[in-house]
Structure formats: C-alpha cells, structure tokens
C-alpha cells in the first residue's frame, strides 16, 4: 500500500478540520461581541458609517472603543489644565480658582491617609481620582461609554497601582521591605504565601469592583432607555434619569474607594518600622 496516498487525504482532512475549527471560533467571538454590543447604546462611532468588525491591529473598532474612550478623557482633564492654568494669578479666580479647589479638596482627603507623604503622591493619585470619575461620568453623555465598564481599563489602572506602591516600598526600605511578608518568623511557612496571596488580590479586588459597579449603572441605563418607547408610547418620558442622580453619586463614590483603598496600600508600603 502506498503510504503517500494514504498521508495526502489524512492532511487534507486535518487542514479542513482546522480550518473549520478557526471559522467556529471566529463566530463564536463575533457572536459574543454582537451579545454584548446589545446590551450597550450606540456610542458615535456607529454612526459613522465604519465596519464595526474590521480588525486594527488584531481587534475590532467594537474593543478599540474603551481605549478611544480614555483617549477622550486624557484630553478633556489635560486641556483643561492646560486651560485653567493659562494665566496664573495669586488670587485665583474663575477656572483656576476651581482647579485650585479640587487641588486642595484632594490633599485634605488624602492627608489623614499619607501624612507627611501627602504632597509628594498627591499628583498621582489626585490625577488618579480625576481620571477614574471622569471616566466614569463619560458614559452619561449621550454617544459615549464609560471605559471603566471594561475589565482590561480597570485591571490596567490597579496594576499601576499595585506596581508603583510596592517601587516606593522597595525604594524606600531596600530588601527589608520583603520583611513583612515572613512574619511573623516562626510561621513563616504558613505566612508567606498567604501574604503572596493578599498582595495579588489587591489588584484584582480593586479592578473588579470598579468594574462590576460601572457595568451594572451602565447596564441599567441601557435597559431603562430602551423600555422608555414601549411604557410610554410615543411620549418621550426619560425614566433614567433617576438612574442618572444615581450613577452620578455611584461613580463618585467608586472613584473615592479606588483612590482611597490605593492611597492606603501606599501608606502601608511605606510606613515606618516601629508603626
């Protein structure tokens, strides 16, 4: 028998199995992404006449689109600031007297928690705090999406977090910074994986619940303005706008804990010895 003619069927058969396989695949991702984009309003780039499921460097316009949402909210916090702080003046007024408020509001905040380190990390959690609310008030505005109802924005903005307190740590206390997690000594065993654990968690519990928070106000105002035609008929009555109160005060409160809770494991990392 001839084993060529055998092996040529064999690896057609496998190619076509592949293949087969990559056309499943890639309909079930569609299939996902057309699910979830149901449950979300049209945000502006739907009606710019584009092919949604066009790939850009390997992912959708439909997955670019929380990334360009926080590109729209970059702009928006450093235009203003370049805008606030055009023209400086010793007793501020207008813009400037506003930015100066937020300033101060911010540094109040995080003074119990820092301390003597609230003035040298004031610009990266204030900045922080800015960009989170921000970013969650932007799905209010009609056409747009709040980034921070997507998990990669979240655990992404938590990383940061997690990398730059635990760089302060190190900076600071060198090598005894690994200290803590051996204590106490006679269970270190026991000990130093659990704190391994804890420190990972960390992340992740801020992420998911910024996350899981801004998914669920979003989702609600979703489902809240498409029942509006069909409990009211042709009368426009916005039934969301309860909602809106609501997410206002929600979001605010989601950027404070994230802050917080990031201003806290920095204070740990850096607090001294005999505390």
Known sequence: MNTESVSEPAGAAIEHAVEHAEQAGQAAAHAAETAEKSLELPSFIDFMGLDLHHQYFGFTLHEWLPVIMSFFVGLVLVGFSLWATRRMEKIPRGSQAFLEIIVEGLYNFL??????????????????????????????????????????????????????????????????????????????????????????????????????????????????????????????????????????????????????????????????DEH
């Open 111 to 272: 003074g119990d928690t820092l301390g003597k380190h609230t003035a040298k990390f004031l610009p990266l959690l204030g900045t922080l705090f800015l960009y989170i609310i921000l970013m969650n008030f932007w799905g209010l505005i009609p056409l747009m999406h709040s980034p921070t109802n997507k998990i990669n924005t979240t655990l992404s903005l938590a990383i940061v977090v997690f990398v730059f307190y635990n760089y302060q740590g190190i900076r600071q206390k060198g090598w005894k910074y690994f200290k803590h997690y051996f204590e106490p000594l006679f269970l270190a065993p026991v000990m130093f994986p659990l704190h391994i654990i804890g420190e990972f968690v960390r992340p992740m519990s801020l992420s998911i619940r910024l996350f899981g928070n801004l998914t669920g106000e979003d989702l609600t105002l979703a489902l809240l303005v498409m029942l509006t035609p069909f409990l009211f008929g042709l009368i426009p009555v916005p039934i969301h706008l309860l909602m809106v109160i609501m997410a206002l005060l929600f979001s605010t409160i989601q950027a404070t804990i994230f802050t917080l809770l990031s201003a806290v494991y920095l204070s740990l990392a850096l607090e001294e």
